[in-house]
């Protein structure tokens, strides 16, 4: 009697994937840090936890001329930590000068996908990271090879969104209206806590949808604008963001700086936050993003992303 037989397939081992995250981290400073910068931002998660190893790795080898200050702006109370445990300064966001712009800012992602949007949110820090990555001139976003995927929502299982404390019922109808299958406030694992708040005392809302569609897909005439729940990235990102009650969305998206570098009409809208090229780094997939190019883009008449 003949019998079937399946193969088991094995999940990459830790190490594996903390090889990856390393040595993405470590090829992104070297492409994208030099010593004489000034401001630079940090963001949230473990991959940063690299990214800030290899700047300190940079400034041991190449440091800055003499009377040159590197800044480092955390997107939150853990980032912070990281850098003041590598020795470098910090600088919080609200302590930039006015008219300064972080020339750039390495952070990471839950998922992205063919067009280099990107969820934002895992570790609560949505609304700062946006704030420092849309105040930098280039945004450089470091992953592992797993979190690559064709549209987002396909791995990662839900959008985290900001919410006032006060409203969180709300905004949690509202998502169900809009097709959210059972948004989920976060709480701490022992629920006696409550709900995890943010640096700003807010609340964090889970919401799945369907596979958000990219803007290809609506350009070969998929619709995106919430018909059986189906959303494109850019339509979903604004929708939530207008309900009452929302500080921010993690949707990372919209024209990268190479489009804003090249846009040609005086004018025109270049919205959007973050992204660019995708590279391969070792063997390994990997994603530098890089952001909207304010100088070029304030020179060619656009307008900033609100």
């Not at 981290?25 to 004489?36: E, L, R």
């Not at 839950?110 to 930098?136: M, P, T, W």
């Not at 998929?222 to 921010?248: F, H, M, P, S």
């Amino acid at each position: 009697m003949a019998t079937s037989s399946t193969t088991q397939i094995q999940p990459p081992d830790l190490e594996t994937i903390e090889a990856a995250k390393r040595k993405a981290a470590f090829q992104a400073v070297s492409d994208h840090f030099t010593s004489n910068m000034t401001f630079i931002g940090i963001g949230s998660g473990s991959t940063i936890v690299y990214g800030v190893e290899a700047i300190k790795a940079h400034l041991a080898q190449n440091p800055p001329q003499a009377g040159h200050m590197n800044w480092f702006i955390p997107t939150g109370w853990n980032s912070k930590k990281v850098i003041e445990a590598a020795g470098l300064i910090p600088l919080a966001f609200d302590s930039l000068p006015a008219d300064a712009m972080m020339d750039v800012c390495f952070d990471g992602a839950d998922e992205v996908d063919d067009e280099l949007n990107c969820i934002k949110g895992g570790g609560a820090c949505l609304f700062q990271e946006k704030l420092v990555a849309c105040r930098s001139r280039k945004f450089v976003c470091i992953a592992d090879y797993r979190k690559a995927q064709r549209r987002l929502l396909t791995q990662w299982p839900s959008i985290p969104i900001e919410v006032a404390p006060i409203a969180y019922k709300s905004v949690m109808e509202a998502l169900k209206a809009m097709g959210s299958m059972s948004p989920q406030l976060r709480e701490h694992s022992l629920s006696k806590t409550g709900p995890i708040q943010t640096d700003q005392s807010f609340y964090i809302i889970d919401a799945p949808f369907k596979q958000l569609l990219t803007r290809t897909d609506v350009e070969k005439g998929q619709d995106g604008g919430g018909k059986d729940g189906v959303w494109d990235v850019d339509t979903l990102a604004k929708r939530i963001k207008e309900i009452n009650g929302v500080l921010e969305v993690g949707l990372f998206h919209g024209q990268n700086g190479d489009e804003v570098a090249s846009t040609e009409v005086k004018g025109k809208d270049t919205k959007g936050e973050c992204f660019a090229q995708r590279q391969n780094y070792e063997g390994r997939q990997a994603w530098t993003y890089q952001g909207r190019d304010f100088e070029r883009e304030n020179e060619r008449g656009g307008k900033k992303a609100a």
